[in-house]
């Protein structure tokens, strides 16, 4: 099992450009989750799907949007990038309640917003 | 609302020492604690987790945590630290339910290993 699988592992982007980072986890997990990792704040909640077809706001939320088509895959997307928004970005995923254990997490996406 | 404390940034010490790395929450429930480890341009890997029972708990590489409710923490802790152990560890608390597992991570902290 390749667990969680994050989709580029390195972007540069120019300020206002777009773009989407996939995530693919193969555990059947029904919660995933992107968080965003910045240096002295651990890392934060940005948006989490609870299954498929449906998606929530985190902790820091403004300038991304998630979709989650497929129980499988949990995409973020940028759509203006801004440099405040450059950080590493994980992705997690885990089973519901009742079943819970700990989240997984991808190998991060290094974002730098030029 | 849920937080994690981890008080100390940076701590170094030198390989053989032993280590204790400090956590404390805040979390009206029994929470679900986690201590992570990420190095250098890795992915986060779980050293161990509490949910119930016993208060301490045992994880990989020979760590350790113990939950102590009437103080709200749970430090990490190994007798003998190895170089390989440097690294940036995070503290966690989540909870099941309407929480839907999701995570609040401490700062970090950065254990540095001297030989």
């Known amino acids: 099992n390749a667990g969680v699988t994050q989709t580029p592992k390195f972007r540069v982007l120019k300020t206002g450009q777009s773009m989407t980072l996939l995530c693919a986890q193969d555990?059947?997990?029904?919660?995933m989750y992107w968080y965003r990792q910045d240096p002295g704040m651990g890392l934060r909640l940005i948006h989490y799907?609870?299954?498929?077809?449906?998606?929530a706001k985190g902790e820091v939320p403004d300038g991304y949007n998630v979709s989650r088509l497929k129980k499988q895959n949990f995409l973020l997307g940028l759509e203006s990038a801004a440099p405040s928004q450059t950080s590493v970005y994980f992705c997690?995923?885990?089973?519901?309640?009742?079943?819970?254990?700990?989240?997984?997490f991808g190998q991060g996406t290094r974002l730098t917003v030029v | 609302a849920q937080s994690v404390t981890q008080p100390d940034i940076h701590i170094t010490v030198s390989e053989g020492a032993s280590l204790e790395l400090r956590c404390n929450y805040s979390?009206?429930?029994?929470?679900?604690l986690f201590w992570y480890v990420q190095s250098p341009g890795q992915g986060l890997q779980l050293l161990l987790k509490?949910?119930?029972?016993?208060?301490l708990v045992q994880g990989i590489k020979g760590f350790e945590a113990e939950f102590k409710r009437s103080q709200s923490s749970f430090n990490l802790r190994k007798p003998s630290v190895h170089w390989s152990d440097a690294a940036e560890y995070f503290c966690?608390?989540?909870?099941?339910?309407?929480?839907?597992?999701?995570?609040?991570f401490g700062q970090g902290t950065i254990l540095t290993v001297h030989p």
């Open positions: 997690a995923s885990t089973r519901p309640a009742g079943w819970y254990t700990e989240a997984f």
């Open positions: 555990m059947n997990h029904e919660y």
């Open positions: 799907s609870v299954g498929e077809g449906t998606t």
């Open positions: 979390y009206g429930a029994t929470p679900y």
């Open positions: 509490y949910f119930s029972g016993d208060t």
């Open positions: 966690a608390v989540g909870a099941g339910g309407t929480s839907y597992g999701k995570l609040t």
